[in-house]
């Protein structure tokens, strides 16, 4: 069975490093400052591990996954 | 070559004088012609002075030459976000992404002054002209001058003398012309404003209020010495490392679409801008070392790219790592603004060197010399085949 996944970007926490947006840009994008933002908080299941990346290298640790 | 008392070779690659500080002196009382105070070399130190700038300001952090606090290096929270707001829309993605194809022609234009010679001082040739063209250009200032300009920025980052009190002499006298240089240019923008920085930066309002002129220079004066000399010592080390390791190098040349994450990892493993400073706000400690308040804090950003308390393979320069959270570009709220532009230059340095220039390395004899602090490699003599 496919597990569920959230994302969530803390925007106090993001200092614009825009290491989420450059390698999942399918889960994650840039705001017109250069800070990130989230797609979609839903994740289907073929983006998991875009998102596991994106949330991974980011520098100040923004990003939450929530896997149910 | 530079030799301290105890026979240490200071020119050569770091990274082992950084396990060494980590294992034996992780907190260390410093005295050198930047600061006199304390380094840090654990990446959880590293990471706890970056993140907290309520206690550790970045006012006075640097002496490099200026009259006034930089702006927004120097400017602390909540002041600092009204500027970045101003400037990060300036320097983001969006924005940088407009210059890639000029600068790809420009670096290819560096490429072809030197490859028919099969030789060329990539310091020089290429790593110092690219950034300070790109940035010129993009700030409002005479490309053609690109000369005078690096000599008055090795007048701050390097300057031609013994000692501390020599440095901060030499360095006031070339920051009062570089507030010159910049004076004029503000001049000539009020009278024909464009599209570049300066004359924006003119035009720009922060709360309402528009940016005085002290405010264009304090911003300026921040960005001339960040964008002449921060990407020629990445470049620098970059090429360095892979002129002298050919299986990653020939990985770039088939590989392009490796380079990206071979940047990331070597922007950690050489980590240009090896440290920042920091001045402490309040009495505090770090790794159970009291710290003052007024006390300097130097911190050591390619120790904490480094530390195998924090990475797993730290030693290991793996072009494949998954999780590479390096802080090259700092962290906290003074990531570098400059960062977007700097990866973009990169990138965009490599992809066409190695699609240029497919097989290159050191000039038999030459060891590559790195500079403290900012790692250019001046003698970065390559050779290829013709």
Redesign the interface.
């Known amino acids: 069975m496919t597990q569920s996944m959230r994302v969530q970007l803390d925007r106090e926490r993001c200092?614009?490093?825009?290491?989420c947006?450059?390698l999942a840009p399918a889960v994650f994008e840039?705001d017109?400052?250069?800070?990130g933002l989230v797609v979609s908080a839903d994740v289907p299941p073929e983006l998991h591990e875009a998102a596991r990346?994106g949330a991974?290298?980011?520098?100040?640790?923004a990003i939450t996954i929530i896997e149910s | 070559m530079s030799d301290t008392d105890d026979g240490i070779d200071l020119t050569g690659p770091p990274q082992e004088m950084y396990k060494f500080l980590r294992d034996h002196m992780p907190v260390m009382a410093v005295e050198h012609e930047m600061m006199t105070g304390t380094s840090v070399t654990l990446h959880a130190d590293v990471t706890t002075v970056l993140q907290n700038a309520d206690i550790f300001s970045s006012l006075g952090a640097a002496e490099i030459g200026q009259v006034r606090p930089l702006i927004p290096l120097e400017i602390d929270p909540p002041e600092h976000s009204k500027y970045r707001k101003l400037l990060d829309p300036l320097c983001a993605p969006r924005r940088v992404a407009l210059l890639e194809s000029s600068t790809r022609a420009l670096v290819n234009d560096l490429i072809d002054a030197v490859i028919d010679d099969g030789a060329c001082n990539f310091h020089t040739s290429v790593a110092e002209p690219l950034p300070s063209q790109v940035f010129l250009t993009m700030f409002g200032l005479p490309v053609e001058r690109t000369p005078e300009f690096i000599e008055l920025k090795d007048g701050i980052i390097r300057p031609p003398v013994e000692n501390f009190d020599e440095a901060t002499e030499f360095r006031n006298m070339t920051g009062q012309k570089i507030y010159a240089v910049l004076q004029e240019a503000i001049e000539e923008k009020k009278a024909n404003p464009t599209d570049d920085f300066i004359s924006q930066f003119l035009d720009a309002e922060v709360d309402g209020h528009r940016l005085s002129e002290n405010d264009v220079l304090d911003i300026g004066y921040l960005f001339f010495l960040a964008g002449l000399d921060t990407v020629t010592a990445s470049l620098d080390c970059m090429l360095a490392y892979l002129a002298q390791n050919p299986t990653e190098q020939k990985r770039l040349v088939d590989s392009p679409d490796d380079i990206p994450a071979a940047m990331e990892e070597l922007l950690r493993w050489e980590s240009p801008v090896a440290g920042v400073i920091r001045v402490a706000t309040q009495d505090t400690e770090l790794s159970g070392c009291p710290i003052q308040a007024g006390d300097k804090v130097s911190v050591n950003l390619g120790s904490a790219n480094t530390d195998e308390r924090f990475w797993t393979d730290a030693d290991k320069v793996d072009f494949d790592r998954e999780i590479n959270k390096h802080i090259a570009f700092g962290g906290g709220v003074h990531r570098c603004l400059g960062s977007h532009l700097a990866r973009m230059e990169l990138r965009v340095g490599l992809e066409e060197w190695h699609k240029r220039v497919p097989s290159y390395e050191l000039k038999p004899g030459i060891t590559p010399e790195y500079t403290m602090g900012l790692r250019s490699v001046d003698n970065l003599e390559l050779v290829w085949r013709t």
């Not at chain 1, 991974?56 to 640790?61: A, F, L, S």
């Open positions: 200092q614009g490093h825009g290491r947006y450059v840039s017109d400052d250069g800070y990346k991974g290298n980011c520098p100040e640790d």
